[in-house]
């Protein structure tokens, strides 16, 4: 397959990741019996060079940081993906780059957190490293 597909697909995977992130980090279900630590770090507050902030805002800053990285990934992915050969052989570091960064937040993902968002991380990372590899002669 040629490479703007694999950079086409992980755009759309990125996309959903995002969506998929965006509306589920900051929700606390029940069953996993941690509404008394979400409670506590939003009602901790403590004062960080003149701002008054509490650990739950840094947690929703942090997830904020990490949605705006996939959607700021799927634009890039889609970009890869409309180039031509050319430009993608001068680009092989930027190409490479995104591809190691995607496995490895794959694999801290598989360490960290559970399947949904570790399935997303490892398809993305292997479209990325499938669009990184150089094309094979026909």
């Not at 998929?20 to 009602?43: C, E, I, Y």
């Not at 430009?87 to 598989?110: K, P, S």
């Not at 360490?111 to 590899?133: N, Q």
């Amino acid at each position: 397959m040629k490479p703007s597909i694999y950079y086409r697909v992980a755009a759309g995977l990125l996309v959903l990741f995002a969506a998929g992130h965006q509306l589920g980090f900051r929700k606390v279900d029940p069953t996993w019996n941690a509404d008394v630590v979400a409670s506590a770090m939003q009602a901790t507050h403590f004062t960080v060079q003149g701002f008054t902030r509490a650990y739950w805002d840094f947690f929703s800053g942090f997830g904020f940081f990490v949605t705006a990285f996939l959607l700021f990934s799927a634009v890039l992915a889609w970009e890869l993906g409309g180039l031509s050969a050319e430009v993608l052989r001068a680009l092989w570091r930027v190409r490479w780059a995104l591809a190691v960064c995607y496995a490895a937040i794959a694999i801290l993902t598989w360490f960290y957190f559970f399947i949904a968002p570790g399935a997303f991380a490892t398809l993305v990372a292997l479209c990325l490293i499938a669009g990184a590899l150089p094309a094979r002669a026909k």
